[in-house]
């Protein structure tokens, strides 16, 4: 269900609030995208929290990058609220979450956002709101899901993703051909076995592959690169906290191949359009799963089970009945082991990278 907005507006200034993940902010580009398409002389703005605006560089559709630290303290809250108070004429929240409703709130007199669909929870927010859209969390890609806020403001559709984008030295970009790994999601339960990493980068170098492993500049995450870079040959790239993201996104970009878990930067990789081969497990693809590219249908790219390709995604999903379980692991919480991608092979996913680079190839001969 949802309320449109029925008064026509032509705002001076919007925000759009997605205050979470980095991969939940790529995910909102095509609605700003949408909001650029129909409002052109707008300024409009993207609220987001500060570890998540390098995912916005580049992005010609917004003005300005708004942020808020994740866990800000009760002064530097009420200093981001007097800072935003009626600052705009129109606020598009992409939450059902207090935090981002109370910035709402302050933000503008007129307001549209998600709510939750249990309405015995979210009755009262809609009260607040101008047009609302109910959540879906299990059934509605994420991209789909924030697009129906283009429905509320009875404005088209744009379908496409947008990666962060740099001015990249192009001479930093290998002469041969390169795949990319990126091993470590930001959550143990999603984490894939550390040899089948290793067996796909050997494989990957077999092909006559040179491979490159992505990270961030975490202490962890590097030493965890580190043991699967010092089992690959000599001429493995190991650019774990070397790159920013609009960097690394030109990196993956001319890539032949990319192979990550459930992570922002597989949702990045997928918005370049090369191949990406996704590891899932718990995670839910009709919601989750990478959108994939020059993809335009109001329908969700992929089901629920089984491994599956759509465009430049081939998504691996772990075997197992109660895949996904949308649960935080078997044990149900971040540092937990999944049984399912424990279980997802090297052999599993080899056909997929014949498949996916075999595609690629073709597509660079027509």
């Not at 398409?37 to 992005?59: M, P, Q, Y």
């Not at 051909?177 to 990493?197: C, G, V």
């Not at 491979?211 to 790239?237: F, R, W």
């Not at 009709?286 to 491994?307: Q, T």
């Amino acid at each position: 269900m949802q309320k449109n907005l029925v008064t026509p507006i032509q705002p001076e200034r919007i925000l759009v609030i997605i205050m979470r993940y980095l991969g939940d902010v790529l995910l909102a580009t095509p609605l700003m995208s949408s909001l650029r398409k129909t409002f052109i002389t707008s300024e409009i703005d993207a609220l987001v929290f500060e570890n998540t605006a390098n995912i916005l560089e580049g992005f010609s559709d917004i003005n300005n990058i708004v942020t808020i630290p994740t866990n800000p303290t009760f002064n530097e809250q009420l200093l981001f609220y007097k800072r935003l108070f009626r600052k705009y004429d129109l606020v598009v929240n992409t939450q059902t979450g207090d935090r981002p409703f109370i910035a709402s709130l302050v933000a503008s007199s007129t307001r549209i956002g998600a709510v939750p669909q249990n309405r015995e929870k979210g009755q009262w927010k809609r009260l607040f709101y101008d047009g609302w859209t109910e959540f879906d969390d299990e059934n509605t890609h994420t991209v789909l899901q924030h697009l129906k806020l283009a429905d509320v403001l009875s404005i088209p559709r744009v379908y496409k993703t947008s990666p962060p984008r740099s001015n990249l030295d192009t001479n930093i970009i290998p002469n041969q051909k390169y795949a990319i790994l990126h091993p470590h999601p930001k959550w143990h339960y999603k984490r894939w076995p550390i040899e089948n990493w290793i067996a796909t980068g050997r494989y990957l170098n077999q092909l006559g592959l040179q491979v490159m492993i992505s990270g961030s500049a975490n202490k962890e995450e590097k030493n965890y690169i580190s043991q699967i870079h010092d089992q690959l040959p000599d001429q493995t790239i190991n650019l774990s906290g070397k790159l920013s993201l609009a960097e690394l996104s030109t990196i993956i970009k001319h890539a032949q191949i990319f192979i990550g878990p459930d992570t922002g930067i597989t949702h990045l990789a997928a918005a370049t359009g090369i191949p990406v081969i996704a590891l899932f497990g718990p995670t839910n693809p009709v919601k989750w799963a990478p959108w994939p590219y020059n993809y335009h249908l109001d329908k969700n790219p992929f089901k629920k089970n089984g491994s599956q390709n759509v465009s430049n995604i081939y998504l691996a999903q772990g075997p197992g009945d109660c895949v996904p379980c949308h649960q935080e692991g078997c044990e149900q919480n971040r540092l937990s082991f999944s049984h399912c991608l424990e279980s997802l092979s090297f052999t599993t996913i080899k056909p997929f990278i014949d498949q996916s680079l075999q595609g690629h190839s073709n597509s660079h001969k027509t």
